[in-house]
Nanobody, 121 residues
Framework: QYQLVESGGGLVQPGGSLRLSCTAS????????VSWFRQAPGKEREMVAC????????NYAESVEGRFTVSRDNAKNTAALQMNSLKPEDTAVYYC??????????????WGQGIQVTVSA
């Protein structure tokens, strides 16, 4: 069974940091680019970061550029999103996704179940 599981979410104060992890099972994540998405209440889901299979293509949404860092460890079948200088507007459910392609595109093959990140004092 193909599965992506996120971990590491929670409540953090503004200015703080969190590291989200994404673990794949049932398939080899290294065949796929990985994107992180988020969806805040009442808003559409947006892509925040993408990394291709060999970590040579990395893209960020303008809203997180310079604060978030996406990475992957193909040997461990995992990906991660390091989030620093968090702001209340970063509050959302965050999703890990394996894309159809080995490069960053908009087409998702597998979704994680999502994990809540709340930034609040």
């Amino acid at each position: 069974q193909y599965q992506l599981v996120e971990s590491g979410g929670g409540l953090v104060q503004p200015g703080g940091s969190l590291r989200l992890s994404c673990t794949a099972s049932g398939f080899a994540l290294d065949y796929y680019a990985v994107s992180w998405f988020r969806q805040a209440p009442g808003k559409e889901r947006e892509m925040v970061a993408c990394i291709n299979t060999h970590s040579l293509e990395i893209n960020y949404a303008e809203s997180v550029e310079g604060r978030f860092t996406v990475s992957r460890d193909n040997a461990k079948n995992t990906a991660a999103l390091q989030m620093n200088s968090l702001k209340p507007e970063d509050t959302a459910v965050y999703y890990c996704a394996a894309l159809i392609d080995d490069f960053c595109s908009e087409y998702v093959r597998y979704w994680g179940q999502g994990i809540q990140v709340t930034v609040s004092a």
